[in-house]
């Protein structure tokens, strides 16, 4: 008798679990405590690399529909773009008692894959960010979170032999994002590093469209987009101070936001970058925080002047 209650117990739980996932797995609205206990708890310190990124989360999945009931949309746009052919798994949370509480997403889809970070307070979503992304390059990157709700993002590539790495360590904070604590790397000891500019074939024939020197180093590359109100951008630079050197660089899309200004606004991540033209050149404003771009010791704060665009000569014969 005893041996069929167990069996009678076992199979009410498997419907009961089978209830949920299907729940999670459709598209009508369910209650905030069903979407979080579809996260079990995790004990810190939590780890993920890129190497074993598909590996993190279960088989239990999360609807498009339902997990975007809580969470912002977004978060996605890093690196799925406009995609949103994924599947998003559940994987875990944390956090401290009457405090906010901290939730590990794996998305996956054929190509990309990403775990997030989300954190919410009194089952309200605060804010969210990538802690690693599938990528092609030859960067290993690994994320931690230590006990202390500390996040560390490493990434570690090699050069000719030569192993160079950026480490950001970030914290939540209750203005609702997640702020820079740290920002180290030894890249920049590369000082007779060549700056490739990476639009430099692409087309300028709009009004602010060229680029922007400041000495022998530093450049803005402005190019045409896709109509006259959106730009290409390309921002290397570097702070000429042989003790304590420090260089950023960032590309993206800039979108005019009146006449002489324009603005980037970074997807996934807190970066923010303001954009202000003149008869003269343009002068670059960090307006969020764009510590993944650049050293802790220097920002993306200023001014370029045009340079004059040299014209082909035509010889008479």
Partial sequence: MRKYLALAIILISLLAACKDKKKLSGEQA?????????????????????????????TNTISYKIFTQFVNDTIFNTPFGKDRKFVIHPVGKFGEKGKETYFTTLVTSKNNAAVYLSVFDSNQFKASMPLVVSN?????TTATIDKKLSITINKEW????????NRMIY????????????SETNEDRRAEKIVANPLDT???????????TKGSKNIVSIRDGKNPDEYLFFVYFENGNQEEPCAGELRGTMKMIS???????????????GFTFSSAGITVKETGSC????????????TYTKKKETKAVTKKK
């Fill in 30 to 58: 369910v209650e905030a405590d069903e979407f979080f206990n579809a996260y079990d708890d995790l004990k810190l310190p939590f780890n993920v690399s890129d190497s074993n990124l598909r590996r993190v989360g279960d």
């Fill in 136 to 140: 092609d390059d030859e960067k290993v």
């Fill in 158 to 165: 090699t050069i000719k032999d030569d192993i160079f790495y």
């Fill in 171 to 182: 914290a939540y904070n209750n203005v609702g994002i997640f702020t820079t604590v740290l």
């Fill in 202 to 212: 692409f087309p300028k024939k709009y009004k602010y469209s060229g680029d922007y």
């Fill in 259 to 273: 006449e002489k200004a324009g603005v980037y606004q970074g997807e996934g991540d807190p970066c923010k970058l």
């Fill in 291 to 302: 510590g993944n771009y650049r050293g802790i010791k220097c920002f993306f704060n200023d």
